[in-house]
């Protein structure tokens, strides 16, 4: 969608929403459909070519607002997170299916999916540890609590701890800044050893500092062994994982409790829209249920209603499936594909202009399965070391440059 055809669109919305409020009182009061609506009326998976916006529009009249505000808003965030896990080939026990035991939720932000998975095996634990050890109170259990993640981690795991009330101890990485699976061995031997107690483990797929991954083959076994939740955190390196040349960087997530990234970072998708899955979505429930008499309703005994507030800390949610279903069908997978591999190409043609407009060295480029490729050729007899590292600093230079120009 280019800017012309934005404002065209931003202004049949701003139509649509007048007509909306100009016909409210014939619109009916209360919605005429169902619990479980909606997942018949829509595709299992999101298409792979784009779709045009009359096309979405007209589906959001005849299948959306049908179901609006509920259960629309609900039973779409549910097929949206299920489109989104099958793009990433994530293992069926994270989708939710139509009876499936997993299943995706939208947070807020990669904090709040961070300490919400804390919060969720903190209470598993717990419960564990006083159905084997009935004389042990919670705040005994509490006080013997551990929690792991890699000393690259996102300060948000840190945060976690601190509103969970339990320590957070950090595993060191290694000479790729990745944790191992040796490291992790050696921490919760000392721990346990000590009288504590490890529940939790976050790994990270894309670190802050320095984009390295945790290695979740290793890491993944050792959680399970020793059930402790593994939570895997991918916040802006996840999108990536859609593209199948990417895909081996997620290997090792079957093994992991709950898994999560941003598609707010490089999906297209506005914030707020930080996906969530978890292979139990009762290990949530049972963590956050609270259900006073003003929130029951007469379809929750009915096992066809997700109630999304059991998944999360707040009450209130916004539709944000809503803008996730537009991306979708209107970029289609392949789009969607096409933007994440074309960042680097666009980069490397600006980063090839400007070292030869510099004059400094003369560089080359070629394609590689549609990939943009710098060529830096030193093989004439008279080039010595001290012209490579010239021609380094000055690549990496002009590389900062363009970066933070971005």
């Not at 701003?14 to 016909?23: E, G, M, P």
């Not at 895997?232 to 709950?258: H, K, M, Q, T």
Request: include cysteine.
């Amino acid at each position: 969608m280019d800017i012309t055809e934005f404002q065209k669109r931003g202004k049949e919305m701003v139509d649509y929403i007048a007509d909306y409020f100009k016909q409210l009182e014939k619109r009916p009061v209360y919605p005429d459909v169902e619990p479980g609506y909606l997942r018949p009326l829509i595709p299992d998976s999101a298409p792979q070519e784009p779709e045009n916006f009359e096309d979405v529009l007209k589906d959001f009249e005849r299948i959306i607002m049908p179901g609006a505000a509920s259960p629309a808003c609900t039973e779409l965030e549910t097929v949206m997170l299920d489109w989104l896990g099958k793009m990433l080939n994530l293992p069926e026990e994270f989708l939710a299916g139509r009876d499936g035991e997993g299943g995706g939720v939208i947070q807020g932000s990669a904090s709040e999916a961070t300490l919400v998975t804390l919060l969720a095996a903190r209470t598993k634990m717990i419960r564990r540890v006083q159905s084997e050890n009935p004389e042990l109170t919670e705040a005994d259990v509490m006080s013997r609590l551990v929690a792991y993640a890699s000393d690259q981690a996102h300060s948000s795991v840190e945060k976690a701890g601190s509103i969970g009330g339990v320590k957070i101890k950090t595993i060191p990485s290694n000479d790729k800044f990745a944790v191992c699976g040796s490291a992790l061995k050696k921490v919760l031997h000392e721990d346990r050893a000590a009288g504590l107690i490890p529940f939790f483990f976050c790994a990270t797929l894309g670190t802050t500092p320095c984009c390295s991954f945790d290695r979740l083959l290793e890491l993944g076994p050792i959680c399970n062994k020793e059930n402790i939740w593994m939570h895997v955190d991918a916040a802006y390196a996840g999108s990536a994982f859609i593209c199948p040349e990417f895909r081996y960087l997620l290997n090792g997530v079957e093994f992991a409790d709950s898994f999560n990234f941003n598609p707010h970072k490089w999906l297209l998708i506005n914030a707020e829209c930080s996906a969530l899955w978890v292979k139990k979505r009762s290990d949530l429930t049972s963590a956050f249920k609270v259900d006073p008499l003003y929130l029951q309703h007469c379809h929750q005994e009915s096992g066809l209603v997700t109630d999304y507030r059991h998944w999360q800390i707040p009450l209130t949610r916004r539709f944000r499936s809503l803008k996730m279903w537009f991306v979708f069908r209107m970029y289609g997978i392949k789009g969607l594909q096409e933007h994440i591999r074309k960042a680097s190409n666009q980069l490397n043609e600006a980063l090839l202009k400007s070292i030869n407009e510099a004059r400094k060295i003369h560089l080359v480029p070629c394609h590689l399965r549609e990939k943009f490729v710098l060529r830096f050729a030193i093989c004439s007899r008279t080039v010595e070391s001290v012209h490579v590292q010239f021609a380094w600093k000055h690549i990496s230079k002009l590389a900062t440059d363009l970066l933070k120009e971005c």
